[in-house]
């Protein structure tokens, strides 16, 4: 083998070992709690600003959600994560979010995001609306 065979060897091991290493290195992020979060905020996001291309990226093609939506812009809403679990067909991340209601009165909605991995992004499937609470004034 000549020093030129060579020198291209390593050089091709090392660009397998590290595009192995961003491989890996994205699982791990698709399987952390602060993924499943950002999806959640990321989408939020979207239809506050009312970005169709994003929402669609985000999401399945069968893509359901019962969650009434009214006043929702953005900076005017507040999401609270109350953890993931594993389901039989994806994951589920339970939330709360507070939003206004035209009257100006906040409203909680006590949700579920379903999700699952797409390749090596999660996409989400549905949100299921749990409950409602209007704002109680002490």
Same mark, same amino acid.
């Given at each position: !083998?000549? +020093? &030129? ?7 091709? #091991? ?11 290195? /994205? ?7 602060? *993924? ?12 506050? !600003?009312?970005?169709?291309?994003? #929402? ?6 069968? /893509?359901? *959600?019962?969650? $009434?939506?009214?006043?929702?812009? &953005? ?6 994560? /109350?953890?993931?679990?594993?389901? +039989?067909?994806? !994951?589920?991340?339970? /939330?709360?979010?507070?939003? $206004?209601? $035209? ?13 699952? &991995? &797409? ?6 499937? *549905?949100?299921?609306?749990? *409950? ?7």
């Amino acid at each position: !083998m000549t +020093q &030129r065979n060579v020198i291209a060897l390593v050089a091709g #091991i090392a660009v397998m070992v590290l595009v192995a290493g961003v491989i890996v290195g /994205f699982l791990v992020y698709a399987e952390s709690r602060n *993924s499943k979060i950002d999806l959640l905020s990321r989408y939020f996001k979207a239809l506050a !600003m009312e970005d169709s291309k994003i #929402i669609a990226e985000l999401t399945s093609l069968d /893509f359901t *959600s019962n969650l $009434p939506l009214v006043n929702l812009e &953005r900076g005017n809403y507040q999401i609270f994560d /109350f953890g993931t679990e594993g389901a +039989q067909d994806g !994951m589920v991340q339970h /939330f709360l979010l507070v939003a $206004p209601l $035209p009257a100006g009165q906040d409203q909680a909605y006590l949700a579920t995001m379903h999700f699952k &991995r &797409r390749g090596l992004l999660n996409e989400i499937q *549905s949100i299921i609306l749990m *409950s409602t609470g209007l704002e109680v004034q002490p």
